[in-house]
């Protein structure tokens, strides 16, 4: 007979049925997005990827809801794009406005710095987002018009905040200042809302292993016309990235490179998908959905969630913070062990602190549902103090809406 507990050692490590992909990115890939990228190579120079190129092309701009912008597409991760937004604008010396407030927001200033900008950073503690109060206040003190640029992650992947961006660009509006708005997409494009026309974004920098649901490896960027103008004068050293040599894509399909051919495909599927298929406004409330169902759960099971303002919550990523005393690290390594499923680690300052669950891209209720109850089958096991029931609770919001 089999002596096994539910508990016991025989059930651990085994991956049985499927992994568990709960990070705020990369998102499951969905299979018929798999199928299509599983094509033969063709001539990057032909008609048929031309036709491809420019189809896709014209679907980003509905995806980053912009008419006049230009899009971008590399063959990169996420960071590329945003390389490719600082050197196209600025010069070196340019005084930029970067906002300390979480891992991504880090990333960019380290960025900034390295390549010889002058940042200035405003800071806080991580919980809340960037105020537009407080930029306000700063780009009205800046009469000779010093600051170039403001650059604001929208949804901040390690803390699960989401910047209030019509907000900030009302700020640069209210204070009179021209500065170019350089906003970070990379985990908000395609599951929140996103209107670089109506927000009046100058530059929008995105990548693919998030709600687009590719695999990583492209990246985009979104240009305003402005941007455009000032992106002549700008000096910072690019080749690569220069926007000048990527300029005629949009018309012709060629690339000054050779295109990443395969995750096209994929992306002509995921727009299809987000687009024709489910409609970008019903992608955005399904993840508002989702974020308020794991939030009730947060809430039920008697926890905080690193996000403190109601109205900053993302909806693609909630971080939770574990008990004073309790390890978020070996929680998860518990969680991925028994039961397959990988949870997003606390960074920098919540590191061991918090956990992220991810419900962004390809995640429906039921997945959800399987998630928040497998975070509270681990706070069990890892004697995590927690009150029962949010998994139920969450489960209520997503049938009932109660
Ligand atoms: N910005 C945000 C908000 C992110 O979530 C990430 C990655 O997770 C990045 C930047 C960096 O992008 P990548 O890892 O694709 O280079």
Redesign the pocket.
């Known amino acids: 007979m089999d002596t096994a507990t539910p508990q016991g050692p025989g059930l651990e490590s085994r991956e049985i049925g499927w992994h568990f992909l709960q990070l705020p ?1 990369p998102t499951n890939i969905p299979s018929r997005i798999r199928n299509a990228m599983d094509k033969p190579a063709i001539d990057q120079r032909g008609k048929q990827f031309a036709r491809l190129a420019l189809k896709l092309f014209g679907g980003m701009k509905r995806v980053f809801k912009t008419r006049g912008g230009e899009i971008f597409i590399y063959p990169s ?3 590329g794009a ?1 390389e490719a937004a600082l050197v196209n604008t600025l010069s070196a010396g340019d005084k930029i406005l970067m906002f300390d407030s979480g891992w ?1 927001s880090l ?1 960019w200033i380290k960025m900034a710095r390295q390549f010889g900008l002058s940042v200035e950073v405003m800071e806080n503690d991580w919980r809340r987002a960037p105020d537009p109060e407080a930029i306000e206040a700063r780009l009205a003190e800046d009469k000779h018009h010093a600051i170039k640029a403001v650059f604001v ?1 929208h ?3 390690s803390t699960g905040v989401a910047a209030r961006i019509p907000e900030i660009r009302q700020a640069l509006d209210d204070a009179g200042h021209p500065a170019l708005y350089i906003v ?1 997409t ?2 908000s494009l395609a599951s929140m809302d996103f209107r670089m026309d109506e927000w009046g974004i100058d530059v929008a920098i995105g ?1 693919s ?1 998030k709600g687009l649901m590719l695999p ?1 490896g492209l990246s985009f960027n979104a240009v305003s016309e402005k941007a455009r103008r000032v992106s002549e004068h700008a000096s910072l050293p690019k080749c690569y990235w220069d926007w000048r040599w990527h300029r005629e894509c949009e018309h012709t399909g060629f690339f000054p490179y050779t295109p990443a051919i395969n995750l096209f495909y994929g992306l002509e599927e995921s727009l299809k998908m987000l687009l024709r298929e489910e409609g970008l406004e019903n992608v955005f409330n399904r993840h508002a959905r989702l974020g308020e169902a794991t939030r009730r759960a947060v809430g039920a099971w008697g926890l905080e969630t690193v996000c403190r303002e109601a109205r900053e919550h993302s909806d693609s990523i909630t971080a939770v913070l574990v008990p004073e005393g309790h390890d978020a690290d070996r929680f998860r390594s518990v969680v991925l062990d028994r039961f397959n499923m990988a949870l997003g680690g606390g960074l920098q300052r919540f590191a061991g602190k918090a956990f992220r669950i991810g419900h962004m891209g390809d995640v429906n209720d039921l997945m959800l549902s399987a998630t928040l109850s497998g975070v509270e089958m681990g706070m069990d096991l890892t004697q995590m103090p927690h009150t029962p029931g949010g998994a139920a609770a969450a489960e209520r919001y997503l049938a009932l809406g109660e």
């Open positions: 990115g991760s996420g960071t945003g991504f990333l992650v949804n901040e992947t970070d990379i985990s990548g292993q990583p």
